[in-house]
């Protein structure tokens, strides 16, 4: 029942998609574990989709995932809500953290330099605003998508899209 | 490729005006500024009665957008100014950082600009504009010396910085999540508000109780000057899930509203105060950006500025706003120390204040 509610409210709907993995989040020291762990299952090229109301803890798992993969807890990791896509270097090679809240038309995305970042690896918050035929696209090839609800409080839970064979081996 | 930078430049010495050009966000705009820094001209495209006219749509995230509308906003900015090409000593385009598109297009129009006219170019960085607006000609009534403290307040930016002298600039403290500006549109979003979000808060919350709702007040009182803004704006996504879905009451809008721009006004003045602090030399303080436009910022900031003993200056909405007078004028600056990036400069998404030359 719950997991019919989410799967109605996902914003890949449209994309049939299939909840392969829940894992629920008591905390943002646990939304943070979770970043680590799939940053550690990354490889260059991935998407990773990043979708759920604001204050849903979509910045704070990028922001987690792109300091592990650079080394560096410290490593300032600002909102690309302004800039709608900001580049790092890791251990992946570069990564670049977008968010498509402001896009006001796919055709922007060339703009951003997109198809050249999908050749890296990209963190993608609001991936529903690039419309349905492209989020198609990346989740045919492949992507993680994750969405993330949360009942009001500080808990949170996480919806795993893709990755069948990588988070199989994730505990 | 050639060294564009060795380009003899016969005008390069000569005193006149500089054209100014803004594109590294969602405006596109053009500004005149006489030898002497006083505004021959400015347009800001979004802001004309008719912007329809300049390529039909005003920028967003479009750097096209951008580039249909400045040939004609140049045009008609020169015109004002009453003067030709011919007559301008530089052209100065903000170079970064930026929206990438946008800025390149701005870098780019205005270098190709320079060069045709033989004219000097001047690559601008946009925070750097906005620092220095304080010492505009005529908008202070005495002049504005350094040191001073700068706070960049935006959708993109919100940080402290310490202005040693053009060209030095000191970090003490920014956000490490979100910017002030984005807080406010997605709290504006919230609650149904539009977007964007800053300028709606503010008439609503006039209507609301700011004691209403007791909303955290992230980083308020630990060392440093840094901002944290991400966990307010959840806190009040988490008050608005308390009520049924829909359009909420709008007696519910202005308390929320109230009691968040609150929370925004006592932590700047908590950050600031620590600011003025790490910074005693300062005895002025300056606001730049969209958000220095809240007026309930700018009491606050009074407040806590004049507790320092020290002098506050925020420039009028149209120059904390992005415009093209700040950039003509940190431009009219750098000329005067002689030390800028011209041609060479390649358009930057991300440029710290502490990387530029001086």
Not at chain 2, 29 to 53: F, I, P, T, W, Y
Not at chain 2, 144 to 150: I, Q, S
Not at chain 2, 210 to 231: I, K, M, V, Y
Request: aromatic share 6%; glycine share 10%; hydrophobic share 45%.
């Amino acid at each position: 029942m719950l997991r019919e509610r989410v799967v109605n409210r996902h914003p890949l709907r449209h994309n049939r998609i299939m909840i392969s993995r829940e894992i629920h989040l008591p905390d943002q020291a646990a939304t943070e574990e979770l970043a680590r762990r799939l940053g550690d299952l990354s490889r260059p090229g991935d998407a990773i989709l990043l979708s759920g109301d604001l204050g849903a803890g979509k910045s704070t798992l990028a922001r987690a995932l792109l300091r592990h993969l650079a080394n560096d807890p410290n490593l300032e990791v600002p909102s690309p809500t302004f800039s709608l896509v900001q580049s790092y270097a890791t251990r992946r090679g570069t990564a670049h953290h977008f968010d498509l809240w402001r896009l006001g038309d796919s055709a922007e995305l060339a703009e951003l330099g997109w198809d050249e970042a999908m050749r890296d690896l990209i963190l993608v918050e609001w991936p529903e605003k690039m419309g349905p035929e492209r989020l198609r696209e990346l989740t045919d090839a492949g992507a993680l998508a994750i969405f993330l609800t949360s009942p009001g409080d500080d808990t949170r839970t996480a919806h795993l899209t893709g990755w069948p064979d990588r988070l199989e081996s994730m505990p | 490729m050639p060294n564009v930078t060795n380009i003899a430049n016969p005008a390069a010495t000569g005193l006149g005006p500089v054209m100014g050009i803004e594109s590294s966000c969602d405006e596109t705009a053009v500004a005149v500024l006489d030898a002497g820094g006083r505004v021959m001209a400015e347009n800001v495209l979004s802001q004309l009665d008719d912007h329809a006219k300049f390529g039909g749509v005003v920028p967003e995230i479009a750097a096209r957008a951008h580039l249909a509308a400045l040939p004609d906003l140049v045009r008609l900015t020169l015109s004002q100014a009453g003067i030709g090409v011919q007559d301008l000593r530089a052209v100065a385009a903000s170079t970064g950082p930026g929206l990438i598109g946008g800025v390149i297009v701005g870098a780019c129009f205005g270098k190709g600009f320079a060069i045709a006219a033989g004219k000097e170019f001047v690559a601008v960085n946009h925070l750097e504009a906005h620092a220095l607006t304080a010492r505009l000609p005529g908008l202070m009534a005495g002049p504005v010396e350094f040191p001073y403290l700068a706070l960049l307040i935006s959708g993109g930016h919100c940080q402290c910085v310490a202005v040693e002298a053009v060209g030095r600039y000191r970090k003490l403290g920014g956000t490490i999540d979100d910017s002030v500006g984005e807080a406010f549109d997605k709290v504006g979003k919230l609650l149904g508000l539009g977007w964007p979000g800053g300028p709606a808060i503010e008439k609503i919350a006039r209507e609301g109780n700011a004691a209403a709702f007791a909303l955290p007040r992230p980083l308020r009182g630990r060392a440093g000057c840094d901002f944290s803004w991400s966990g307010l704006k959840t806190a009040v996504a988490q008050l608005v899930a308390k009520y049924p879905a829909g359009a909420l009451p709008r007696p519910l809008v202005a308390d929320i509203a109230a009691s968040f721009q609150q929370a925004v006004v006592e932590v700047m003045e908590d950050r600031v105060d620590h600011a003025l602090a790490m910074y005693p030399r300062a005895k002025l303080l300056v606001v730049g950006g969209g958000v220095a436009a809240n007026l309930a910022i700018r009491d606050g900031l009074e407040r806590v500025v004049a507790q320092h003993g020290a002098r506050f200056v925020a420039p009028p909405v149209r120059l904390c706003t992005d415009n093209a007078v700040m950039v003509a004028w940190a431009a009219l600056e750098r000329l005067a120390i002689g030390v800028y990036d011209g041609l060479e400069a390649a358009p930057r998404p991300r440029w710290p204040l502490e990387e530029l030359r001086f």
